[in-house]
């Protein structure tokens, strides 16, 4: 069955603090993703890979960060986190050839103070 | 542009009765068309998709949609709502070699005893 795990359900930061959120799949997935949903907003994207070391930017990167240093595993980092980061974060996975079907994580609900 | 458009944020039925959520698209090729369901607190899980071929596609739990394309529209229905149908639904186009996923507001679906 297909997996995303996200290491944290929820984080409580303080303003300033570099945050790591962490997503792992185990699918063998090409494709990954970071999303952040607001209410009344939908999912955004943040950024997203296609390849190990590989990652382009989506709709709202600002002071966000990403690394993918494996297939499996990819990292969403706040660099200072702020209070307008106080969001639910969800990370999904595809593979190349499936036509776009994401598989979704748990979220991260993140609150910065 | 590209963009999804969920025009009821929030919607209420009557459990047992019938229920149709929209989508409306605007999508320059031929799009793969999903819908989603966000239990509370949980991530995204695929109801039904549509990539080609037959206009009415089913899914999970009950669910079917309709593609059409003089509309512009992806449609969930289902024709007896069960109480554990309340969640958000979010409407989703894709079809880039990306990957990527474009995804409506949502919908948020509460049912009544």
């Known amino acids: 069955d297909v997996k995303v795990t996200q290491s944290s359900r929820y984080l409580v930061k303080r303003t300033g603090e570099k945050v790591f959120l962490e997503c792992v799949q185990d699918?063998?997935?090409?494709?990954m993703f970071w999303y952040r949903q607001d209410p009344g907003l939908g999912l955004r994207l943040i950024y997203f890979?296609?390849?190990?070391?590989?990652?382009e930017k989506g709709d709202i990167p600002e002071g966000y960060s990403v690394s993918r240093e494996k297939k499996e595993r990819f990292s969403l980092i706040l660099e200072s986190a702020s209070t307008n980061q106080t969001s639910m974060y969800l990370c999904?996975?595809?593979?190349?050839?499936?036509?776009?079907?994401?598989?979704f994580g748990a979220g991260t609900r993140l609150s910065v103070l | 542009a590209q963009s999804v458009t969920q025009p009821d944020i929030h919607i209420t039925v009557s459990e047992g009765a019938s229920l149709e959520l929209r989508c409306n698209y605007s999508?320059?090729?031929?799009?793969?068309l999903f819908w989603y369901v966000q239990s509370p607190g949980q991530g995204l899980q695929l109801l039904l998709k549509?990539?080609?071929?037959?206009?009415l596609v089913q899914g999970i739990k009950g669910f079917e949609a309709e593609f059409k394309r003089s509309q512009s529209s992806f449609n969930l229905r289902k024709p007896s709502v069960h109480w554990s149908d309340a969640a958000e639904y979010f409407c989703?186009?894709?079809?880039?070699?990306?990957?990527?996923?474009?995804f409506g507001q949502g919908t948020t679906l509460q049912v009544k005893p």
């Open positions: 999904a996975s595809s593979l190349a050839a499936s036509k776009n079907i994401q598989y």
């Open positions: 890979s296609y390849d190990v070391k590989m990652k």
């Open positions: 999508y320059g090729a031929t799009p793969y």
């Open positions: 699918m063998d997935h090409e494709n």
């Open positions: 989703a186009v894709g079809g880039g070699n990306t990957g990527k996923l474009i």
């Open positions: 549509y990539f080609s071929g037959d206009t």
